[in-house]
C-alpha cells in the first residue's frame, strides 16, 4: 500500500517549542508542604528557652587607678663644710614607720605654686629641720611610683647639695618624728633609702672638688623655672589615719 505523503508550506510548518528557564528560587518538584507542617517544623527546630544555657555576666573591670604627677625638692646640709671631713655633720629627719622603725632621709617637701626647685629645698629644710642653708650644687633626682588615697602618684624630688647658713635643729614640723645632725661618715649607714645614699657619695665627691678648687669647681645649677600650677600633694605617712599616736612633745635643739 502506497503512503501517503502530505506537503506543508513553509508558512505552516510548525515552529519549534522554546525552552523556558528555569525560575531563580523554584521549589523542587513534589506535592506541596502544607503550612502546619512547616510551622511545626519551625517549633521543633527552635531550642527551648528552658534547655538555652545562660550566659554568665562579665566581670566588671577593676576601677583604674588615676595616675598622677608630683614634684618635690630637698636638699643634703652640711655644716663645717669647710672644714675636715671627720668634722662634717649633714642634718636629716626621722619618722617612724608600721612596724616602728625609725627611717632616717633628707628633708623634703612639695614644690608649691610660683616656687623654683632651689627655692622649696630651702624652705622645706628650714620647715623640717628648723636651720637655714644654702644651695651650692644639684646631687641629682630620684623618681619612684606609689599608690595612695585611689591614685597611683609618680613622684619626682630632686636634691641639692647644701652649706649651713644658721639656726637651730628643730622638730616642730608635725610630720618629722626626730631631727638629728649625723657624721658624715655615717650617712651610708644611717640613711634608711638607696636612693639616698647614693647621693650621698655625689656629696662627698663634690664637697672635695669644694675643698680643692673652690665654688668655681662645682657644676652650674640646672636651670629651673617656678611652678606655673598648683599640684595635688599626696599624704604620704606611714601611719594608719585612725591609728593612735603617741608622741613626745616636739623640742628644738642645737646642732654640734
Known sequence: MAAT????????QAKPRRRRGRRRGRRAAGPPESTEHHNNAAK????????????????????RLRTVHETSAGGLV???????????????IGRIDRRGRMLWSLPKG??????????TAIREVAEETGIQGGVLAALGSIDYWFVTEGRRVHK???????????????????????????PLK???????????????????ELIDKLQADGPTALPPLPHTSPRRRAQTHS????RRPDEQTSRRTNGCGQGP
Open 5 to 12: 505523503i502530505a506537503w506543508v508550506s513553509d508558512g505552516e
Open 44 to 63: 521543633n527546630d527552635q531550642p527551648s528557652s528552658q534547655n538555652k544555657p545562660q550566659k554568665s555576666r562579665p566581670r566588671r573591670p577593676a576601677d
Open 78 to 92: 652640711i655644716d663645717g663644710i669647710d672644714g675636715p671631713k671627720e668634722s662634717q655633720v649633714a642634718a636629716l
Open 110 to 119: 612639695h614644690i608649691e605654686l610660683g616656687e623654683t626647685a632651689e627655692q
Open 156 to 182: 619626682t624630688v630632686h636634691h641639692y647639695l647644701m652649706r649651713f647658713l644658721g639656726g637651730e635643729l628643730c622638730d616642730e614640723d608635725v610630720e618629722v618624728t626626730e631631727v638629728a645632725w649625723v
Open 186 to 204: 655615717e650617712l651610708p649607714s644611717r640613711l634608711a633609702y638607696a636612693d639616698e645614699r647614693r647621693l650621698a657619695e655625689v656629696a662627698d
Open 235 to 238: 599624704h604620704t605617712r606611714n
